[in-house]
């Protein structure tokens, strides 16, 4: 797929119209419920972030209706709570995107921005929203560690950074080099996967007691 101008930056326009089906889904999702955010999630945090947490896309009901991302949903319960425990954010969770909470040191983005029907987003929108990811990384001077929310987020990671998907380990808790970047694996914080067991608060607390490490260290 071509590359627009506009995927020469690190947020996409508001508009976006580079993936057919997410734009429908996009206008089906407006019509219903015209007083949502209802467009790809901007990334949230500073420019100085020396941190990335990397999630697959918006929720429907999450970052398609508050416009930040993980907020208002499940997941943004346990990722904000474990931010908050391990000092990289402030303020409080409130699950709306006034709640007065701020990152420190942090940003959170997603690998594609605009929510997907089903929470499953297409190859070839990964493919048609990886311009933007590799424009962030590039916008992030300090960046050093990156946590990617699951295998999706870590696929596209590697192919923004021009690295094979293959590279690196995959599973909960791997880390490894992918360009100047170090990355810590996580399993996505997921309804399905707290609930289930798979994810326990613990587990996901050490990935970010570990890059918190890595960064004083």
Not at 28 to 38: H, I
Not at 44 to 53: N, T, Y
Not at 164 to 184: C, I, K, M, N, Q
Request: charged share 20%; hydrophobic share 40%; proline share 9%.
């Amino acid at each position: 797929m071509a590359v627009t101008p506009a995927a020469a930056v690190p947020e996409p326009p508001r508009d976006c119209s580079l993936c057919p089906r997410l734009v429908a889904y996009r206008r089906e999702n407006q019509a219903r419920n015209p007083d949502w955010w209802n467009g790809p999630a901007p990334s949230f945090g500073g420019p100085d972030a020396r941190l990335l947490v990397l999630g697959l896309a918006p929720g429907r009901t999450g970052a398609n209706r508050t416009g930040r991302p993980f907020t208002g949903d499940h997941a943004g319960v346990l990722l904000f709570q474990t931010l908050l425990r391990t000092g990289f954010a402030e303020g409080s969770y409130g699950a709306r995107p006034d709640d007065g909470l701020s990152l420190v040191d942090c940003m959170i983005s997603n690998a594609v921005r605009c929510a997907p029907p089903g929470n499953r987003p297409e190859t070839s929108e990964e493919a048609a929203c990886r311009p933007f990811l590799a424009a962030r990384l590039a916008a992030l001077p300090r960046l050093k560690v990156v946590v990617t929310l699951g295998d999706v987020a870590r696929r596209n990671l590697l192919r923004a950074l021009g690295l094979p998907a293959s590279a690196g380990t995959s599973g909960h808790g791997a880390e490894f080099d992918a360009g100047p970047y170090r990355v810590l694996n996580s399993y996505h914080c997921s309804r399905l996967n707290t609930n289930t067991g798979r994810l326990t608060p613990e587990m996901f607390e050490a990935v970010f007691r570990r890059a918190r490490a890595l960064l004083d260290g």
